[in-house]
């Protein structure tokens, strides 16, 4: 698919919470938790076996699998956050109740549950428009 | 399937297991919750109104339950400074504004002030544990300092409402007691307690506690590390949170302490907060009963399996730097049988061990007299902390500590990526190791 088919795509998924945004897109079929993928302190993916490993997440807009791993992700959000070191926002297939509260409590934009696989239409570096209150994820 | 990482979720994901699409209906509030929305009850009530309804809303939870108890999970390394900060401006409240409104317990804390010299723990560190302690006494929290609060405190029962923060507590409390919670990470098990309730959505609802995957258990693991390796196997199947797996093939008896490895390492691998044991867990006192419908096909889970797993926690020589028993601490029961193993019997000074428990079990183990005998061998009693919440790569580094033992495959789990080799055995060829300074005794399951 060229850039220009891509101009103007818009998924529809769960509304969630944080204000909308633009920005690009850094896509893997992977999973995520912020304790046990990322480097916090560099603002990329540190976990080996991770896809996006040596990434820099920061100021992108995350598009995910699933959200995995323990409890401490969702005080650890707003710690990105407030130190600058954060994506723009959490596109995810599918959120679990831990990454819906650090969001909730960061503020940051959270979408899931598209009716596709959302790592396999999006594609890094497109520009996207994420709109949070609607739930939707526009290629612009 | 045994080394590779967690699975890819499958399509069929879109059709089973998972939450209805949205209904774009509002959450129906009560006079007095939309009142604390509105501020009308302070700050803290505001925040945690706010934060029950933004997470009720993105699970379209109808409304709010009341909640019996609330377990915070808030080590600093999790807190960090932002964290910290925030629990202080709500501790900085008028007393009326700040305080609890139902019994609130912690999970365990990053620093034991009687030990953290000793593992190599920074001043920073300590005042960072100070800080948020005095924050939380502050509003009204009961510094329990455990993640076996359900062993320990008190284990809630069939049918009750609770907010539990830690995976461990909340999948035995669903599981094994029949009590009704979400992972409810930090900020809003904080919100469940400043108000005594919780968005109604997941495992508080009937038709989510239903089982979703069925698996025959072949095995029948001989010890608390193979318990945990069966957990970590399911774990490693999961899916997504709303998974419910069923395991067919396990007749009780099956204690406490090897359903809490079992659902701790499940809970851990597989971020799942609840599983049914046939006539074993309450809510499914049949195979039939698990599940709305047929049973579904099983997968097999044999002694070949867990044993795989446990091999793939295999060193590739014998050294050793130090024996971990943690995640979850210790009950009195493990503390007794550590203390049995480790009786007359003298540590390596090559080898470190540090058995991590809570402060009330560490009291009635001091007065029974188990705490000296573990210490006499030269290991290390840590209270009110486990292993990977006390900035376990800083102490791993302070140590020079890589190759690391222990009998919990959550732990083995989590250390792998803070720079540990882990190695999961026995408790008994734990303790046999260390005495004898390299790794032995882990010929059962190789």
Same mark, same amino acid.
């Given at each position: ?46 976990? !080996? ?37 954060? !994506? ?8 679990? +109740? ?43 | ?35 604390? &929305? ?37 080590? +600093? ?25 139902? +019994? ?147 007749? !009780? ?28 867990? !309450? ?57 049995? &193993?480790?009786?007359?019997?003298? &540590? ?99």
């Amino acid at each position: 698919m060229s850039m220009e088919a891509g101009t103007g795509r818009i998924w529809r998924g769960h509304p969630g919470p944080g204000a909308r945004v633009e920005g690009e897109a850094l896509v893997a079929a992977d999973n995520f938790s912020a304790r046990y993928d990322l480097d916090l302190t560099k603002g990329i993916f540190s976990r !080996p076996t991770h896809k996006l490993v040596g990434e820099s997440y920061v100021g992108k807009i995350l598009v995910l699998n699933i959200a995995k791993g323990g409890v401490a992700t969702a005080w650890m959000l707003r710690e990105m956050v407030e130190r600058g070191l954060a !994506p723009k926002a959490l596109i995810l297939n599918f959120a679990n +109740p831990i990454m819906a509260q650090g969001a909730a409590f960061a503020k940051l934009p959270l979408i899931d549950r598209f009716p596709v696989d959302i790592t396999a239409v999006v594609q890094t570096g497109r520009r996207l428009a994420v709109d949070p209150e609607a739930g939707t994820v526009a290629v612009v | 399937m045994i080394s590779s990482p967690l699975p890819i979720a499958p399509l069929l994901q879109w059709g089973e297991g998972a939450p209805a699409p949205y209904r774009g209906e509002p959450m129906n509030l009560t006079d007095h919750e939309q009142a604390m &929305l509105a501020g009308a009850e302070g700050p803290a009530r505001q925040y945690a109104m706010e934060q029950i309804v933004s997470v009720g809303r993105f699970f379209d939870a109808k409304d709010t339950v009341a909640i019996s108890q609330v377990h915070i999970m808030a080590d +600093p390394e999790a807190l960090g400074p932002s964290g910290l900060a925030f629990l202080e401006q709500l501790a900085a409240l008028p007393k009326a504004q700040r305080r609890v409104r139902v +019994p609130t317990v912690t999970d365990p804390r990053g620093v034991d002030f009687a030990a953290y010299k000793r593992l190599g723990q920074t001043e920073a560190m300590a005042d960072l544990e100070r800080r948020a302690t005095a924050a939380f006494e502050a509003l009204g929290v009961m510094m329990t300092n455990t993640c076996i609060n359900y062993q320990s405190v008190i284990p809630p029962v069939k049918g009750e409402h609770i907010a539990f923060g830690d995976t461990g507590s909340s999948i035995y409390a669903n599981s094994v007691l029949g009590a009704r919670t979400n992972f409810e990470g930090g900020p809003s098990a904080l919100a469940a307690a400043l108000t005594g309730r919780t968005p109604r959505y997941g495992f508080h609802l009937d038709e989510r506690r239903r089982g979703t995957t069925h698996f025959e258990v072949t095995a029948r693991p001989h010890d608390l590390a193979e318990w945990g390796a069966l957990g970590a196997i399911v774990g490693r199947a999961m899916t997504s949170y709303w998974e419910v797996p069923v395991l067919s093939g396990l007749a !009780p008896p099956v204690t406490s302490d090897e359903i809490k490895q079992f659902g701790a390492a499940l809970a851990s691998f597989g971020s799942t907060p609840l599983f049914h044991m046939p006539g074993v867990t !309450p809510e499914a006192p049949d195979l039939q009963s698990a599940f709305d419908g047929p049973v579904p096909a099983a997968r097999r889970i044999g002694d070949a399996d867990v044993a795989a797993l446990m091999a793939s926690y295999r060193p590739k020589d014998d050294k050793l730097d130090v024996v971990v028993f943690a995640a979850p601490q210790l009950s009195l029961f493990e503390m007794r049988e550590l203390a049995g &193993l480790l009786d007359g019997k003298r &540590l390596s000074p090559k080898v470190a061990m540090l058995a991590a428990t809570s402060p009330d079990i560490k009291a009635a183990a001091d007065r029974m007299g188990l705490t000296a005998t573990i210490e006499a061998s030269g290991a290390v009693v840590l209270s009110g902390v486990c292993f990977y919440q006390m900035y376990a790569r800083e102490i791993g580094q302070a140590n020079g500590w890589t190759r690391l033992m222990s009998n919990s495959a959550k732990i083995v789990n989590i250390l792998g990526g803070y720079g540990y080799e882990p190695v999961l055995a026995s408790m008994e060829a734990c303790v046999e190791s260390a005495v004898a300074g390299r790794i032995t005794g882990l010929g059962r399951s190789a």
